[in-house]
């Protein structure tokens, strides 16, 4: 029992382990994107399906011994595809469907170990109901829930923050070596037999041991009889079975989604969701006791009509971090344990254990699916979420349909709340929409309105942040606005540079709707880096910045950083820093290393200017601290915004030659920044995202 025990608990820590320790590898090569997470989510669900559909065939349709060997020969074959670590020629050149690519680096990379790793659980839970007849094996897939919390919750506080990242990767192969050691040991141990009655698989009826045997072989996977007769589960069990599961893991996703897209795209806030989702795996397959059923029902639609509330723009909520992550947080934890809890209520005896097991892993991979590529490509903004939660309330309609009035009562207003509340937010959403559009980096809509004063103006929104706006006017149209104003940073910066008779090269990181353009003169060129298409359709055809200019635009597309490291020196001036994912910052753009790759490009008195306006982290001190690091000079400006057509700012200027940043045009629009010497430098390998939270 230790060996099988042991084997399931490393097997689950490594499956769960290698997440984020591959996600974090290759998020920078995709622009940081919250994307990433769910389409490796997708890679991560869809091969546990391949892993368990393995377990059902082998358990069911092959002798012990043969299973056992094929079994060994292929985790001594997976050692070969060892370490972990993507090559370089999976980084996009910036064309490439990025879904496909990640799949496809991914199966590369993991797809061997990962496929064993998912094989394990039910293998070896059946493997433990032939060795031990009538112990109960359900217990085990808790014990395989836990060592997969052991390893997200011991990520980001006892490995991310000690260890390199291609070091984690090395660690987690030689890590993986030792399990395939064990699971072998655990392969012919279960082929031991003993002796009693027992049920051989895909049979009711009591099979004598000798008679169970081929040549020698140990019987197939057996319990004893429950009762009497075990009839095999229906069809329509089973499509409960699988829509619980889809239905936990497309709240999963589409949780996950909405956190990150929000804040920003690092493994710590991909983590919480996941760790509350299999925190109820753990508490519901540990023991009946965890979910007392009816307590629940009424808390999740509660919980339903909550998360459903706050999605609503009319809400005021949401951008509120605290109440976004606690109500979500919570209601996912709440209807999770429904789903999960549904589940063991309908689980079989252990002989139809594979089966079920199997239906749990499809509906995982069809809701990680339907949210990582069905969404991205055939809805045209986040309505994932309210659609999960309708779906949820339905789900509970039928759960609590023979049960007393109040709980199908409850669930009906559950329902009612959910789709009512959902097409108010769909309806809010189209409003003053003129556009809207959807790739994997996101939701883009392009808004119109009417503002007193100044006539017709037009935003560009990504997610629920205005990344530029401009007013139609003939005498407004060419002023810059919003955070690109002349009293902000990079505006005061740009124009402390003219006028002039020499013109600049300026580089800019992140288009949105093209609002530094304006600032150009004849002779510049404003080189303008960004990673996603659509944006660039939408800055040349509903904004007018670009082609206003009497600057050269250049538009090259893809990450900014990949392009940066591969182009020869471009000798900016400035290179202006400003890369949003709605409001989360792509990590991996403010780190020592990134500014070593913009240093490489810089004219010696260029300056890099950081746009760190954010609702929710305090960068400042980030961007102070690698300057320090690298011996520049850090100038932090903070506009409020009062200026007509602004919006409130903050960009951090640094410059090897602190005489740049002297200007009084600069310098006296400056704050001082308090230098946090204790924080360690944000580098490729880490950041710590807790010491940011404003």
Not at 223 to 241: D, F, I, K
Not at 546 to 569: C, F, K, M, V
Not at 664 to 683: F, G
Request: aromatic letters at 10%; one cysteine or more; hydrophobic letters at 50%.
């Amino acid at each position: 029992m230790p060996t099988f025990a042991l084997t399931i608990f490393a097997s689950a820590f490594l499956l769960f382990l290698v997440q984020p320790i591959v996600a974090k590898q290759i998020l920078p090569w995709f622009g940081g994107s919250a994307a990433v997470w769910a389409t490796c989510l997708v890679f991560f669900q869809t091969t546990l399906l391949l892993g368990y559909a393995y377990a059902d065939y082998t358990v069911r349709r092959l002798a012990p011994r043969t299973a056992v060997r094929l079994h060994v020969v292929l985790l001594v074959l997976s050692v070969v595809t060892l370490p972990i670590i993507p090559a370089a020629h999976f980084k996009p050149v910036g064309d490439e469907n990025p879904i496909f690519l990640i799949l496809g680096l991914l199966a590369a990379t993991i797809g061997l170990p990962y496929f064993l790793l998912s094989t394990t659980s039910p293998l070896l839970q059946a493997w433990f109901a032939r060795r031990f007849p009538g112990r109960d094996p359900y217990r085990l897939f808790a014990l395989s829930n836990l060592a997969s919390l052991v390893a997200l919750l011991g990520y980001p506080f006892l490995l991310e923050p000690w260890i390199a990242t291609r070091a984690q990767a090395w660690a987690w192969s030689a890590g993986y070596v030792a399990f395939v050691a064990l699971a072998c040991v655990a392969a012919f141990a279960s082929l031991k037999r003993v002796g009693g009655p027992v049920i051989a698989i895909g049979t009711s009826e009591p099979v004598a041991p000798a008679l169970a045997t081929t040549s020698g072989a140990a019987p197939a996977l057996a319990v004893e009889p429950r009762g009497g007769r075990n009839v095999p589960p229906s069809a329509a069990r089973q499509a409960l079975w699988c829509t619980l599961a889809a239905t936990g893991s497309l709240l999963l996703l589409a949780v996950s989604n909405h956190i990150t897209q929000n804040v920003a795209a690092v493994p710590l806030l991909w983590i919480l969701p996941l760790t509350l989702y299999l925190v109820t795996f753990i508490l519901c397959f540990d023991s009946s006791g965890w979910y007392r059923r009816k307590p629940f029902l009424v808390a999740v639609a509660v919980a339903l009509g909550a998360m459903a509330w706050i999605l609503v723009p009319s809400s005021n909520l949401t951008h509120h971090l605290a109440i976004q992550i606690g109500v979500f947080s919570g209601g996912l934890f709440l209807a999770c344990m429904f789903c999960h809890g549904e589940l063991v209520e309908l689980k079989p005896p252990p002989e139809y254990l594979t089966r079920f097991y199997l239906m749990v892993a499809l509906g995982g991979a069809v809701g990680s699916a339907l949210v990582g590529i069905v969404a991205p490509m055939a809805l045209p903004a986040d309505f994932e979420l309210p659609a999960t939660l309708v779906l949820c309330a339905l789900l509970l309609l039928w759960q609590t349909r023979r049960l007393a009035l109040p709980y199908p009562a409850l669930a009906t207003a559950a329902l009612a709340g959910t789709v009512g509340l959902g097409v108010w937010g769909i309806d809010e959403f189209y409003d003053s929409t003129i556009v809207a559009t959807r790739n994997f980096y996101g939701v883009l809509r392009v808004q119109e309105s009417d503002d007193p004063g100044t006539g017709k103006r037009r935003q560009l929104v990504h997610g629920n942040i205005m990344h530029g706006k401009q007013y139609l006017a003939d005498d407004l149209k060419r002023q810059a606005t919003s955070y690109y104003s002349a009293h902000s940073g990079v505006g005061r910066l740009i124009e402390a540079l003219h006028p002039s008779t020499t013109p600049i090269r300026v580089g800019v990181i992140g288009l949105g709707a093209g609002t530094l353009a304006t600032y150009g003169s004849r002779g510049d060129v404003y080189r303008i880096y960004d990673i996603n298409p659509g944006v660039i359709a939408i800055a040349r055809r509903d904004f007018t910045y670009l082609s206003d200019s009497d600057a050269t635009i250049e538009l090259p597309l893809g990450d900014a950083r990949l392009s940066l490291e591969r182009e020869p020196p471009q000798n900016f001036d400035v290179l202006a820093i400003d890369a949003f994912s709605s409001d989360a910052i792509p990590v991996h753009l403010i780190t020592r290393e990134a500014v070593q790759v913009y240093l490489r490009h810089m004219k010696p008195d260029g300056v890099i200017a950081f746009h760190v306006t954010n609702r929710y982290l305090d960068l400042v001190p980030v961007v102070e601290g690698i300057a320090h690091d690298l011996g520049l000079t850090a100038l932090w400006i903070d506009d409020d915004g009062s200026l007509q057509l602004a919006n409130s700012s903050s960009w951090v200027l640094l410059a090897r030659d602190p005489a740049r940043l002297a200007d009084p045009r600069l310098a006296d629009a400056a704050k001082p920044i308090v230098p946090r010497r204790d924080w360690r430098v944000w580098t490729d390998d880490f950041n710590n995202l807790l010491q940011v939270l404003k």
